[in-house]
């Protein structure tokens, strides 16, 4: 069924009687051509973009719980192209492209507002620290512009230029960046990938993996043995759990990051902010709810669930920055497991283990990655060669001394 | 951690006294008036207003639902001090003099509001429509479709504005904490708090006692509401027990900490002196005992949304705590006891009951009234607020004028504070409600109704014997509490999910979801229940769920044939109840947000008119303008040529000083510097590198021997806490076996660096010792005094000339810069500030952590002899992969521009000549300009792929953001005095 | 959180600073090699369940912690001195 205006009306008209499924419910086949773990965002992207780009659509995502249940319904769903280094500036630019195209690509309106992100710099330092980065952005062929502390005041009045104990000395803005709506991205590609014939198999745990001289040839689930000729892994907050299952071991340590969003408001926010004085950003949904967070709360965890000085620090920050917003109402705060890579940079590349790929390290930045991500690992998993954008996505980097460190922090995942 | 048996732990707290006070408020502009201990709730509906908002998708007219926090209907905006205040449940709010509220979420007004449109466009509005549609055409989304959903969206509004409000925060600590005031929550205080041990006792109501303020019956002979204000009474007087009303706990988190909200000076129209609006307080606590209640659930039928229908629940405590009769023709509808004591309760106040229905078959007739049993409510009629029902038995079908019904549809344990730690509540088949698992909180009971015990007696029964659990656990003596007389019946609920029949009914009344659209969800295959809430939206409302969760499980489970069980929950999460942004943010606004650290000549700076830049938390002088200077440049031109002239003066206190004692402080110092330390000799200066482990460069400095097992290192300002928290590693974590210290003197000793050809003779001139060449070469230490004041002279310049740096206690920091900056003057010289500094570091090519960037290895900036490699040290093996030493990278080079006249931009990326300035062709960036005075020219920093190799090469710098493209020249990155002459003679 | 440092007794996360796995106390020898030197800088068990780490109590006394922990529900199981755990360590391999 082809969403439409006219779709909704006609329904409408009968009473919604004429919905079809989202996807189908289909029991799982004994072997598939390729199985890919996790039904995230990144996961059914790629489900979505073998049967697409690639023509297989032999194709089954296993979820252990409901699809989209991971990181991809919990992060601030921020998208933007503003990374500094090569190896992620190709990636993160293709990303943003395909986002632009999402809503036509798969029929679903995943909301995409490009409402512009903006860093905010609080000295000469990070000013010229934004400069390289916005300079970089535009040599790849993204958007940038730096804004003087005058502008900010006419951009985002709202910012406190009065009294902050960081002084602003401007920003940069980068138009294109934006939100999009989290679940609308899960269940549009698993509704795309559903239509061209791939199984998505919820409540379907993967407990272990049948590898025989060093090649995978299928997983143990809870329904039993699936076969398969090849195996991608993208079970992001997961990840080191899943690998081990063939005996990996990972440069990731999985960490919390909270967030956070209040009650409807009336338009106040126009753009996703970033600030410079501590990480801490903030963007207002469709619905009205100002989404924002800050940094993870530092130590190993998979409780999906943080502590008190971290929230107290975003709200402080939040406080800070735009001390508007103090009488809004915090009404959710949830916790999401991110795997932070030891240089806070993602990894798509094959394994140890002939037939299993892995797509996983995501830190805290999977969401803006999905579509890219689903396009590149399909690419890995159909062709066996890395696509150009994520050349720089090895497994072996660390090993070889090529690491992607954005933040510039070294071999410290809790600082990325 | 011990806790300080009998200790006073008292707040005061706001009472309310008596209650013919008259109190005048405006709602929407018209006034009116209610009574001292009104909530505002309560005083609209005395005053017949019953419709006071609008919801959220359909706009379709609300009114007051609950009497307490759950509200979803009754939000309005407070204004106060001239800021709105939005969302606020006027069921919450304690009435003041004065109080302007307004409705929201309507326009042009709450009797005629436009959006009403969307009601009659709901077949079209379902679950979801958005996602199927506003995508064509594509720009429409970003300049019409969007723009408009995002202007419907919302409630209230905020003022645009920085937030008055005062918030404040605080720490709380206790052996055990009573969540609730109720009565399982008076009778587990007494327990606990009669053994002497520290009780904080919390209720989020302004009157503590939970439903006793709401019920008729008796305990022990008195009214209930009386005998719980009795008993707060006297655990107020008891000094190991704080009372805290108006204090909701929030959420629970690791080691017993609970965050809690208390409104302290909120309900004012003017700030009360000395009181915050609220405290966000931190609560210790080592046993809790969870008494939180319950909430009643709303029964699910057609048009069941319209003001005037009330929980019945509400309905007595309107009636019994407030005195407001919400109706004229009252219906009663419930499916379980509870409905026929509202139906007493009314008629005992003299209030006459139209009828009594109850989904129920075997009930007792009630007197005075039409009893229907085994009936359903099927239909309500409007337009705006109630005025009739249809009553549906078997297949009988009756319909009666009435503008007020109360629905009871049993009880919701109040467990979310047990799911905060991710274990998810088990539903119970036999009392039909979710309820915690034993522990789901290591330390906590769970009480009263909130664990499923509904008769007040079972409740009180169960405070006590939790509160004796948890008493046992912490090893303390308890007596036995008698739990006195009162009601003890069961309310025999039966459940009912929803009353069967087309039509629209309401699950969630503010988001607006229905029955109809769980059912698309599950057509639709989104079964689950996260995606049934996601996609329809149920439960995310500012109610959070708290009226519809269970409903809309029920009904879910039905639609898919499942148990309860099996459908399952959703966690719940902080915040348990909104909380603003300001209250957890307490101390964040303005200068508050972090520390200022000032230097010891940071008065003496101010004096000089020199303006103030931030260096991480430090305050540091940017330069020092002279009368008559009116750019910046020119001062600091003027201050390059006086230090590379005469003398400059800088306070470089800000750098990190490390103090290293003990036999072993060599081997440490070999350890973490990639040259050797060991070999420094006594009084001598070395620099040195710090790399970390993984290869790159984590910080440099210098490393003074002043004793013979005692040397001072110094790290940039940025990376002192790095530094010193590595070394503190190192030794007791890596080497334990090293036996030195190390301590940060950082803050301990005021350093002045004096730099320029007149240096000697100005430090000769102060210090009581002669300085000479021969005495005090370049990289040499000498401990002098200067008049009676101890410091310690290190020769060493991060300027290129003839320099040292004199550290004195901080004590006597501003006399040391006034001194020297005196002495300078007579020499021509003065003070420089920051611009300075670094106009000269870049002259030379000296390198801060613009190019140490932390992705910079010692061969990238040209370091790599540095590294001895006779020796290991942290990083050494990692600085040795492939990818650390590939040419390719970018190293340290200098840049100047081929024309003199142009201005090179920090930031910039450099490309060859004739390609095009993409990504692919990027060669490198500049990462420190300046304008140097000395060689009349801009020169800059740069990190360029293979740079040490391409000296003399021209590419070209692009700055798109600043539209500048000029031609540049790679050089060594030491522009100026090469062989380093200047700074050893 | 709270952590009961050794010497100062039980207090509040934030006065903690957490570095990492405890594989950390055992920095190999500097002729091991880049293999072992990349194992130890960059590989992680990342468990679900109970971990060793370290932790510093930087905002306290600034001793260095070897904590047992779960991190599926962050409960405490030991903390010691690191360099305590480290003498323990040695003793062992000796």
């Known amino acids: 069924m082809h969403y439409s205006a006219w779709q909704i009306f006609k329904n409408g008209l009968t009473g919604g009687s004429g919905w079809k499924p989202f996807w189908r419910t289909p029991e799982p086949k004994k072997k598939y051509d390729i199985i890919i773990i996790g039904g995230g965002g990144h996961g059914l992207a790629t489900a979505y973009y073998l049967a697409k780009n690639h023509g297989i659509n032999n194709v089954a995502v296993l979820e252990k719980g409901y699809l989209g249940g991971g990181n991809v319904g919990r992060n601030t769903t921020i998208v933007r192209a503003n990374y500094l280094l090569d190896g992620n500036s190709q990636f993160f630019s293709h990303s943003l492209k395909l986002w632009e195209g999402m809503e036509k690509e798969l029929n679903f309106n995943t909301m995409m507002s490009q409402r512009g992100i903006l860093s905010l710099g609080h000295s000469d330092g990070q000013m010229d620290s934004l400069a390289r980065r916005g300079n970089m952005m535009i040599s790849q062929g993204d958007d940038a512009e730096l804004l003087s502390k005058e502008q900010l005041k006419e951009f985002v009045p709202y910012v406190n230029q009065e009294d902050p104990r960081f002084p602003i000395y401007g920003g940069l803005l980068h138009k294109r960046g934006g939100t999009a709506r989290h679940d609308a991205v899960a269940w549009g590609y698993a509704r795309a990938a559903d239509r061209l014939g791939v199984d998505i198999i919820q409540n379907c745990e993967v407990t272990g993996m049948v590898i025989s001289n060093g090649t995978i040839t299928g997983v143990e689930t809870n329904k039993g043995i699936i076969k398969a000729d090849k195996v991608g892994m993208a079970v992001a907050g997961r990840t080191s759990q899943v690998a081990s299952m063939a005996g990996l071991k990972l440069p990731i340590e999985s960490h919390v990051l909270q967030a956070f969003v209040s009650e409807g408001l009336k338009p106040c926010i126009n753009c996703e902010i970033s600030w410079g004085a501590e990480l801490f950003y903030i963007s207002q949904s469709d619905k009205g709810g100002l989404v924002f967070g800050g940094d993870i709360d530092k130590y190993n965890t998979y409780a999906a669930r943080g502590n008190l000085p971290a929230m107290e620090n975003v709200m402080e920050a939040a406080m800070a920055l735009m001390p508007m917003i103090g009488k809004a109402k915090v009404l959710r705060s949830w916790g999401g497991i991110v795997d932070m890579t030891m240089d806070g940079s993602p990894i798509i590349d094959k394994t140890a283990i002939t037939g299993l790929y892995l797509d996983g390290g995501w830190c805290y930045g999977g969401f803006k990655a999905t579509p890219a991500s689903g396009w590149c690992f399909a690419h890995l998993l159909a062709t066996d060669i890395h696509h150009d954008v994520a050349e720089k996505f090895r497994l072996d980097r660390f090993e070889k001394g090529y690491l992607l460190d954005e933040e510039a922090t070294g071999a410290t995942p809790n600082l990325h | 951690m011990q806790s300080l048996k009998g200790q006073r732990m008292k707040l005061k707290n706001l009472e309310p006294t008596n209650n013919s006070k008259k109190i005048y408020f405006t709602f929407d502009d018209k006034k009116y008036f209610g009574y001292l201990g009104d909530t505002l709730a309560s005083a609209l509906l005395r005053n017949g207003v019953k419709i006071i908002g609008r919801s959220f998708k359909y706009h379709r007219p609300r009114g007051v639902l609950t009497a307490g926090s759950e509200e979803p209907n009754a939000l309005v905006s407070i204004l106060r001090n001239g800021q709105i205040n939005p969302n606020i449940k ?97 009778l587990a205080a007494k327990t606990a708090a009669i053994t002497g041990i520290q009780v904080i006792l919390a209720d989020e109501d302004f009157v503590g006692g939970g439903r006793l303020n709401s019920e008729t019956f008796k305990i022990d002979g008195q009214e209930c509401s009386q005998w719980a204000q009795n008993e707060l009474l006297k655990l107020r007087e008891m000094p190991n027990v704080r009372v805290m009303t108006r204090t909701t706990i929030l959420g629970v988190y690791d080691g017993g900490t609970y965050s809690a909200l208390e409104k302290v000076g909120e309900y004012s129209s003017e700030a009360i002196d000395h009181l915050p609006d609220s405290i966000f307080w931190r609560i210790v606590s080592k046993k809790t005992v969870l008494c939180s209640g319950s909430i009643e659930r709303p029964i699910v039928f057609k048009n069941n949304d319209r003001p005037g229908i009330m929980m019945a629940s509400a309905v007595r405590t309107f009636l019994n705590r407030f005195g407001v009769i919400p109706g004229k023709k009252i219906i009663v509808f419930g499916n379980n006891d509870d409905a026929r004591r509202t139906v007493f309760d009314l008629q005992s106040k003299g209030v006459e009951v139209i009828a009594y229905v109850d989904s129920r078959d075997k009930v007792e007739k009630i007197k005075n009234t039409r009893c229907f049993a085994n009936s359903v409510i099927v239909n309500t009629n409007g337009p705006m607020t109630l005025s009739a029902v249809t009553i549906r038995t078997g297949n009988t079908i009756t319909k009666l004028k009435c503008d007020c019904l109360a629905i ?69 003596k308890f007596q036995n509490i008698r739990v006195p007389e009162t009601e003890n019946e069961d309310y025999n609920c039966e459940p009912l999910w929803q009353v069967d029949g ?75 109840s909104p909380v603003a942004i300001g209250a957890l943010g307490a101390g964040g606004d303005g200068k508050r947000f972090a520390p200022i650290r000032k230097t010891t000549s940071h008065n003496f700076n101010e004096e000089r008119g020199s303006p103030n830049i931030e260096a991480g938390l430090w305050m540091r002088p940017n330069w020092f303008p002279k009368q008559g200077e009116l750019h910046w440049r020119e001062s600091c031109d003027r201050e390059v040529n006086m230090v590379r002239n005469f003398v400059g003066i800088c306070d470089v206190s800000t750098l990190g000083k490390i103090d290293v004692q003990g036999p072993d402080s060599a081997i440490l110092l070999d350890f973490v510097y990639t040259n050797k330390i060991s070999s420094l000799m006594l009084g001598k200066i070395r620099y040195g590198l710090m790399l970390r482990e993984d290869g790159h460069v984590m910080d440099d400095g210098t490393c003074a021997r002043i004793g ?237 792929k293979n740079g040490h190799k391409r000296h003399g090469e021209t590419l070209k710098m692009v700055d798109h953001l600043r539209n500048s493209e000029i031609l540049v020249e790679l050089t060594s990155p030491i522009f100026f005095d090469s062989t380093g002459s200047r700074v050893r003679g | 959180m709270r952590i009961i440092c050794p010497i100062c007794g039980e207090r509040d996360l934030r006065e903690f600073h957490y570095e990492g796995s405890s594989k950390l106390i055992d920095r190999p020898d500097a002729g091991a090699g880049l293999a072992a030197f990349h194992d130890y800088v960059y590989i992680r068990d990342n468990i679900a369940g109970i971990n060793e780490e370290l932790w510093s109590h930087e905002y306290g006394c600034r001793g260095w912690l070897l904590v047992s922990r779960d991190t599926n529900t962050h409960e405490i199981m030991s903390t010691e001195l690191a360099r305590d755990a480290k003498f323990k360590r040695s003793e062992n391999e000796t």
Not at chain 2, 438 to 456: D, I, K
Not at chain 2, 551 to 576: C, D, H
């Open chain 2, 708 to 944: 013979q097992q005692h040397y001072i290192i110094t790290t940039t300002t940025a990376a002192a806490g790095q530094v010193i928290r590595h070394l503190e590693f190192v030794l007791q974590v890596l080497r334990p076996d090293i036996d030195a210290q190390v301590i940060s003197v950082t803050e301990q000793w005021a350093q002045f660096a004096i730099a320029g050809p007149k240096a000697r003779k100005l430090v000769d001139k102060i210090c009581e010792q002669e300085i000479s060449n021969a005495q005090m070469p370049f990289m040499s230490f000498l401990e002098v005094n200067v008049g009676e004041v101890a410091a310690r002279l290190f020769r060493i310049s991060f300027s290129g000339e003839h320099a040292y740096e004199i550290s004195v206690a901080a004590s006597y920091g501003d006399a040391m810069m006034r001194l020297l900056v005196s002495e300078a003057e007579l020499l021509e010289g003065g003070p420089y500030g920051m611009e300075a500094l670094n106009v000269l570091r870049i002259e030379k090519g000296f390198i801060t952590h613009a190019e140490i960037d932390g992705r910079a290895t010692a061969q990238d900036i040209g370091m790599k002899k540095m590294i001895n490699e006779g020796k290991d040290c942290i990083g050494q093996v990692s600085s040795l992969r492939p990818g650390l030493v590939d040419l390719e990278r970018e190293q340290l080079v200098g840049i100047k521009p081929i024309n003199k006249e142009d201005v090179i931009l920090a930031g910039a990326h450099v490309y060859p000549v004739d390609k095009n300035p993409k990504r692919i062709n990027d060669q490198g960036h500049i990462t420190s300009v300046c304008y140097s005075p000395t060689l009349n020219t801009s020169i800059a920093l740069a990190l360029i």
């Open chain 2, 408 to 476: 009871s549809g049993g009880w919701n344990p109040s467990i979310h504070l047990t799911s905060h730690m991710n274990n998810k509540p088990i539903w119970n088949e036999t009392i039909n409600c979710f309820l915690s698992r034993p522990r789901a909180v290591p330390n906590m009971e769970v009480a009263g109704s909130a664990n499923g015990v509904f008769s007040t007696k079972m409740a009180m029964t169960s405070g006590v014997f939790r509160a004796r659990e948890i008493l046992k656990e912490l090893g303390v």
């Open chain 2, 502 to 576: 087309k039509g629209r009914a309401w699950l969630d009344f503010q988001n607006d979801v229905t029955v109809k659209d769980l059912k698309q969800s599950q057509k639709e295959n989104m079964t689950s229940v996260e995606h049934m809430k996601r996609y329809t939206t149920q439960g995310m409302a500012t109610d959070q769920g708290k009226n519809s969760n269970v409903n809309a499980i029920g009904v879910m489970a039905e639609l898919t044939g499942q148990t309860i069980s099996l459908t399952g929950t959703t966690t719940f999460r902080p915040p348990f």
């Open chain 2, 90 to 186: 006027a069921t919450e709010v304690e009435l003041y003099d004065n109080l302007i509220s307004t409705s929201q979420n309507r326009w042009p007004s709450l009797k005629f509001d436009f959006l009403r449109i969307n009601d009659f466009l709901s077949p079209f509005l379902g679950a979801g429509f958005y996602y199927k549609t506003f995508m064509w055409p594509k720009s429409f989304w970003e300049k019409l479709y969007e723009p408009v959903i995002r202007s419907a969206a919302g409630l209230g509004k905020l003022s645009p504005v920085a937030d008055n409000s005062v918030y404040e925060k605080a720490f709380a600590f206790c052996d055990v904490l009573i969540i609730g005031a109720g009565p399982a929550g008076l």
